[in-house]
């Protein structure tokens, strides 16, 4: 099937849905070779990836995936990575925020891939136990309102694409499937994504898989998250409509602030900022992270629009919630496997 595929990429042409979930399934399974894999992935970052195709393929990925069960609405705040602005980890602070504004967050992610630090990293330079098992991760998100599950971990059919992946060393269709496939089938999401071409894509693609709820966010400065430096182009998927409009810092009360207020040069400086705003903070780091959180409480549905989101995300920094969160997931993660 992998050979039909990249002869139908190669001339020029789309895949199905099921034809494209087929083709991944071989390489999930491990009977794509390298140079098939290479091929294929190559074509499609020519031709330029289609809605179906990134939905078949994020779906047969979900599928090979371990999971975490849990009832009730999940939310994840995560990017594709890859805009090189060398920011602390914001999604990350953004989900403390949330979780500790009522959200439940099933977070996704990774080792760096372009910033300073990934949120694998930065959790891990906090006191994490990032392995944790789907149970433990459950019994996490039950009790504290958070949980992590480490991407490496939760998707072992992809050890058959690290290799060929790390060779070919240009982003392909999957610098964007990590986001589309949260193992715990989370149903609301912010995604940050670095390339705006993609992001009505992901936005349909979340759509297909049966998102009730997702921002999708492009930075006009290039950054994968909600800016304060720029405005943000906004693709959100609502109840199976996607609309797009654009924000800025100044729409939700905020002034503009170069990103260099909120630029790290290593994991422990942005383990650092991340506590600090959670501490209460001003300045731009905890503006940036009250943009980020007012997202995630949107699309979770814990608030109606941006403006209460951004109240709800500032009162959970200012009432001691989102700290409170962090710290019961750290000591309870140490204890767990």
Known sequence: MIREAIEVVVSGGS???????????????GEATPAQ??????????????????????????????????????VDTCGTGGDGSRTFNISTAAAFV???????????????????????????????????????VARCIDETGFGFMFAQGFHPSMRFAAGPRREIGIRTVFNILGPLTNPAGAGAQVIGVADASTAAKMAQALNRLGSRRALVVH?????????IADSTQVWELNEGAVSEYLISPEDLGFSKSPLSEVQVSDTGQSARM??????????????????????????????????????????????GGAKSRMEAFIALSRHLE
Not at 15 to 27: F, P, R, T, V
């Open 98 to 136: 949330a979780a500790g504004a009522g959200a439940k967050v099933a977070k996704h992610g990774n080792r760096a891939m372009s910033g300073s630090s990934g949120s694998a990293d930065v959790l891990e330079a906090l006191g994490v136990n990032i392995t944790l098992s789907p149970e433990s």
């Open 37 to 74: 894999f290479g091929a294929f992935v190559t074509a499609l970052r020519l031709k330029g990836e289609t809605v179906d195709e990134i939905a078949g393929m994020a779906q047969v990925m979900r599928q090979h995936s371990l999971r975490v069960e849990l009832d009730g609405t999940m």
């Open 274 to 319: 991340l506590r600090d705003v959670l501490n209460g903070s001003a300045g731009a780091a905890r503006d940036i992270v009250l943009l980020n959180a007012a997202a995630a409480l949107l699309a979770g549905g814990q608030v109606d629009n941006l403006q209460d989101g951004v109240a709800a995300a500032a009162k959970s920094i200012d009432e």
């Open 15 to 29: 895949l199905s849905m099921e034809a494209a979930a087929q083709a991944m399934n071989k390489i999930m399974i």
């Open 219 to 227: 930075g006009n400065d290039g950054l994968d998250e909600i800016t």
